[in-house]
């Protein structure tokens, strides 16, 4: 029987896979970005007042409480599902979604004056598309179908 401290065609494999994983680890560690990247990412992307406007549709289904009820329900969505209740969560999205390189890379054209004109546009769009999808759901109301795009005015171009 050898000894334990002899070496091993088995002690050179496992040594060998040991080595490889501790590297694709430290590799895999220096890739993750950190909460202060994400943070960085968040505000240049602007997701906090986007999720704002989010949340403020969901205030519409308060107003159909009594009125004594209604400010009890906009505190209970605020602690659930607020900014400050889920933005914890958001970093950890964020940290679990992207690369660090991704998010640099990001940061980058999302300061530039073309990524902020890029996240301008995108406010616009996604407020022009609520509007077109709400003319169309009026006309399915009124009509019983499903309004036609030539049915409606087009979307304002630029």
Do not use: H
């Not at 993750?32 to 906090?48: H, M, V």
């Not at 009125?67 to 889920?86: H, M, R, V, Y």
């Amino acid at each position: 029987m050898r000894a334990l401290t002899q070496e091993t065609p088995l002690k050179r494999v496992f040594a060998a896979t040991l080595l490889a994983f501790v590297a694709v680890i430290d590799t895999v560690a220096a890739d993750a970005p950190d909460k202060t990247l994400a943070r960085e990412f968040i505000e240049a992307r602007g997701y906090e007042k986007a999720y704002a406007q989010y949340l403020a549709r969901f205030s519409l289904f308060c107003s159909d409480a009594p009125e004594e009820a209604q400010s009890a329900c906009l505190k209970s969505l605020q602690d659930k599902i607020g900014w400050d209740a889920i933005k914890t969560d958001v970093l950890d999205l964020v940290i679990s979604t992207y690369t660090k390189e991704e998010l640099q890379a990001a940061i980058a054209f999302l300061k530039s004056p073309v990524g902020s004109s890029y996240n301008a546009k995108g406010e616009q769009f996604a407020t022009k598309l609520q509007a077109l999808s709400t003319d169309r759901l009026q006309g399915m109301m009124s009509s019983g179908s499903p309004a036609a795009p030539s049915e409606k005015g087009s979307v304002d171009k630029k």
